[in-house]
């Protein structure tokens, strides 16, 4: 089975933009979570969808969003970029189900860079 | 919420010897999962061990163990037989089994080298 895939794997954007990071998850997977990662805050848990319904979300200011579609992909978007939003984004899939709590499967990131 | 530390900032390791990486946590639930993920310099986030806290039994994964203290609120990790390709960043997490609301909860990270 092909792994988790992101693109772009790499973004440079000015403050003020705003981006957007694609994930595909793990064939037969129906969650996918987002996570950000810095040197200052370590791994922060962003939001999970499931059945392209937000499930779950993390402290993360309104700018930060995503979505996910029928086939499970899921797009995150960051409105408003400031510099500390430079970070690696982490997407990581999960066969996922009502109450279930499965195993994250990571991608390979997207690194982020807000000049 | 719940928390989880990892006292190593960074460990080395001589080749073919055996390293234990710590982390406790601090949580109110009773049922979660803990997992142990390596993140070498490509910064892909790999699985390397999985434990459901309602078992007793310590899980393995090949040469990679863990030490599950439920009372004293521990995770180790044991590397026996330490090879180059192990050298990593390791990242113990937890997760909520009654949802995940707060998705994985990551450890600051041990930086592990490997000595030839």
């Known amino acids: 089975k092909a792994g988790v895939t992101q693109t772009p794997r790499y973004l440079i954007k000015t403050r003020g933009q705003q981006v957007t990071l694609s994930c595909s998850p793990i064939?037969?997977?129906?969650?996918v979570s987002w996570y950000q990662q810095t040197p200052g805050q370590g791994l922060q848990f962003l939001f999970e969808?499931?059945?392209?319904?937000?499930?779950n979300k993390g402290n993360f200011p309104g700018r930060f969003s995503g979505r996910q579609f029928s086939n499970s992909r899921s797009e995150m978007n960051v409105s408003t970029l400031e510099l500390g939003d430079s970070a690696l984004y982490l997407c990581?899939?999960?066969?996922?189900?009502?109450?279930?709590?499965?195993?994250?499967?990571f991608g390979p990131g997207t690194r982020l860079t807000v000049l | 919420a719940q928390t989880v530390t990892q006292s190593q900032p960074e460990m080395s390791v001589q080749e073919a010897e055996t390293v234990t990486l710590s982390c406790t946590y601090d949580t109110s639930e009773s049922d979660y999962y803990l997992f142990w993920y390596k993140q070498p310099p490509s910064r892909q986030m790999i699985l390397v061990i999985r434990?459901?806290?309602?078992?007793?039994q310590n899980a393995t994964e090949n040469r990679f163990s863990v030490n599950f203290q439920k009372a004293a609120k521990s995770f180790s990790l044991k590397i026996s037989d330490s090879q180059l390709g192990d050298a990593a960043m390791y990242f113990c997490?937890?997760?909520?089994?009654?949802?995940?609301?707060?998705?994985?909860?990551f450890g600051k990270g041990t930086h592990l080298i490997i000595q030839p």
């Open positions: 434990q459901e806290a309602y078992k007793q």
């Open positions: 990581a899939s999960s066969l996922g189900g009502t109450g279930a709590t499965d195993t994250q499967y």
């Open positions: 969808y499931f059945s392209e319904t937000q499930r």
């Open positions: 997490a937890f997760l909520y089994s009654g949802g995940g609301a707060d998705g994985l909860t």
């Open positions: 064939s037969g997977h129906r969650s």
